[in-house]
């Protein structure tokens, strides 16, 4: 099983600033890995998949980059929606498709 | 628009049984294959399992923790998946998600969007 770690697990920031989300693979999962976003009572929300693809409606303050095992998450000028949990999926090595442990942005 | 609708979910005692249904509109479960996950309270999100689309004659893969426990099948209209939950433990409890695959004739095995609102399941005596 591909175990995913993010850091922080919480991440505090000013409206405005820019957001900076680790996330990293036991075993190099090529670009495979999405991000989501989810705010309290909802469903996660897809923002980027094949590492760097940002999904159509996501803002352009949202960015992924990296591949093999190392993975981040920009966001560049914090809006007040855009605080939530963040996690990232990798979909290289599956089943199960696996999820990291998210980063709390407050 | 495409959108995934869970239902069924409630409180129910340890060992029981439990069958939640996930209702799809603007695409049907035959072209594209279908995920549960969960999330306990305050945790992160757990892949449940999936069944895969007409492509892969339908078949299913299913998490360690769930694997022989839970089934997941669609009725014949393909526009409502279910996860039928038997043996249901305390550890079950959660809110659960159904989810596709975007990709049509996909294997299930990628990213995932729309997802549903969820359906809290709570195991409990």
């Known amino acids: 099983e591909v175990v995913m770690t993010q850091s922080p697990a919480t991440l505090s920031v000013s409206p405005g600033e820019r957001a900076t989300l680790s996330c990293r693979a036991s075993?190099?999962?090529?670009?495979?890995l999405a991000w989501y976003q989810q705010k309290p009572g909802q469903g996660p929300r897809l923002l980027i998949h094949s590492a760097s693809t940002r999904v159509t409606g996501i803002p352009a303050r949202f960015s992924g980059s990296g591949s093999g095992t190392e993975f981040t998450l920009t966001i560049i000028s914090l809006q007040s929606e855009d605080f939530a949990v963040y996690y990232c999926q990798q979909y290289n090595t599956w089943p199960p498709i696996t999820f990291g442990g998210g980063t709390k942005v407050e | 628009e495409v959108q995934l609708v869970e239902s069924g979910g409630g409180l129910v005692q340890p060992g029981r049984a439990l069958r939640l249904s996930c209702t799809a509109s603007g695409f049907n479960f035959d072209d594209y294959a279908v995920s549960w996950f969960r999330q306990a309270p305050g945790k992160g999100l757990e892949w449940v399992g999936c069944?895969?689309?007409?492509?892969?004659?339908?078949?299913?893969d299913y998490a360690a923790s769930v694997e022989g426990r839970f089934s997941i099948s669609t009725d014949e209209s393909k526009t409502v998946a279910y996860l039928q939950m038997e043996s249901l433990k305390i550890e079950d409890t959660a809110v659960y998600y159904c989810?596709?695959?975007?990709?049509?004739w996909g294997n299930g095995g990628s990213w995932f969007d729309p997802w549903g609102q969820g359906t809290l399941v709570a195991v409990s005596s």
């Open positions: 989810t596709r695959d975007p990709i049509m």
């Open positions: 075993q190099n999962v090529n670009t495979n």
């Open positions: 069944i895969r689309s007409k492509a892969y004659r339908g078949s299913t």
